[in-house]
């Protein structure tokens, strides 16, 4: 089996194997995408968000993360069944909040 490698999906998004397994996350940070995104699904507001991270998300990685999101929508949306009655996949579980450190 192939060995699985580092792989830049913009300027500040990359998907590591050595990191998360993989998952798709903030350039030097091991905050994954799927997490802000959530974030941002809920309403939050990006300086918020940006304060949840202890700025190691700037605006700019998520402006990022919505464009690719955007375009992954429109490149495979026809590809996922519809969930009705809700925005949310019943299977995923909320973005874990990071923790203050004392």
Not at 3 to 22: E, F, M, N, Q, Y
Not at 48 to 67: F, G, L, N, R, T
């Amino acid at each position: 089996m192939p060995k699985k490698t580092k792989k830049l999906l913009g300027r500040h998004i990359v998907a590591d194997p050595a990191i998360c397994h993989g998952k798709p996350t903030f350039i030097g940070t091991r905050v994954m995408v799927w997490q802000v995104l959530e974030m941002v699904s809920e309403g939050m507001d990006w300086n918020d968000i940006m304060k949840e991270w202890h700025d190691s998300v700037p605006k700019e990685a998520i402006a990022e993360a919505i464009a690719l999101a955007k375009n992954t929508f429109v490149d495979h949306a026809t590809e996922y069944p519809i969930h009705r009655g809700t925005h949310e996949n019943p299977g995923r579980k909320r973005a874990r909040k990071p923790t203050t450190l004392a």
